[in-house]
């Protein structure tokens, strides 16, 4: 089974600020990637599949990259309506997830 | 505009069954592989079950398999999933979601709001 790994688990950031998540993979996942974002008691959104296409009607403030094992989400400028849970899911075998980011707003 | 729509969760007790339904709208059904995932309370998401567009292929997680089974009726467009010998473990929010095409493969873009099983005697 591939098992994927999520960093940090969470973090605290100020509005305007550049948000970095990695997320790695036990084996190669090529770009078979994609990052959800999740708000208490809703449903997972996408926002980004094989790990750097943006998802329709997402903002462009999110932006994805890497390949094989190591991959990196990115919020460029941090906003209010950010905050939310953020997981990394890859679907080269089947489908695993990362463990979670809480994303806070100091 | 796509929507899915969870329901049939609810309290049961440990060994106890339940049958999931999801209908979707907004779509062609057949043409998107459908995909159960759970969520503990405060955990994070764990893919559970797949069928293909065409309802021919079917895969589990190994904490499942064996005692879950999906099916969906196309003409109704509606997935389901048969959850039996339930354990406190199972207790999770339930979702549906949709694949972007028809085969087993690739990731999820739309999910529904999820409905909650509770085991507990």
């Known amino acids: 089974d591939i098992q994927m790994t999520q960093s940090p688990s969470t973090l605290s950031a100020s509005v305007g600020d550049r948000v970095t998540i990695t997320c790695r993979a036990s084996q190669s996942i090529r770009s078979w990637l994609a990052w959800y974002q999740q708000k208490p008691g809703k449903a997972p959104k996408l926002l980004i599949y094989k790990a750097s296409t943006l998802e329709s009607g997402v903002p462009s403030r999110f932006s994805g990259s890497g390949s094989g094992t190591e991959f990196t989400l990115t919020i460029s400028s941090l906003q209010p309506d950010d905050s939310a849970s953020y997981y990394c899911?890859?679907?080269?075998?089947?489908?695993?997830f990362g463990q979670g980011t809480k994303v806070e707003i100091k | 505009e796509v929507k899915l729509l969870e329901s049939g969760g609810g309290l049961v007790q440990p060994g106890g069954s339940l049958r999931l339904s999801c209908a979707a709208s907004?779509?062609?059904?057949?043409?998107?592989?459908m995909s159960w995932v759970r969520q503990a309370p405060g955990k994070g998401l764990e893919w559970v079950s797949v069928i293909s567009g065409s309802g021919d292929s079917t895969y589990y997680a190994d904490s499942v398999k064996g005692r879950f089974s999906i099916s969906r009726d196309n003409s109704k467009n509606t997935l389901y999933l048969q959850i039996n010998s339930l354990r406190a473990e199972d207790t999770a929010i339930y979702y549906c979601?949709?694949?972007?095409?028809?085969?087993?493969?690739?990731?999820?873009?739309?999910w529904g709001q999820g409905t909650l099983v509770t085991v507990s005697s």
């Open positions: 907004g779509l062609t059904f057949n043409s998107h592989a």
């Open positions: 979601a949709k694949l972007v095409v028809a085969a087993i493969d690739g990731h999820f873009d739309y």
């Open positions: 899911k890859q679907y080269n075998h089947y489908w695993t």
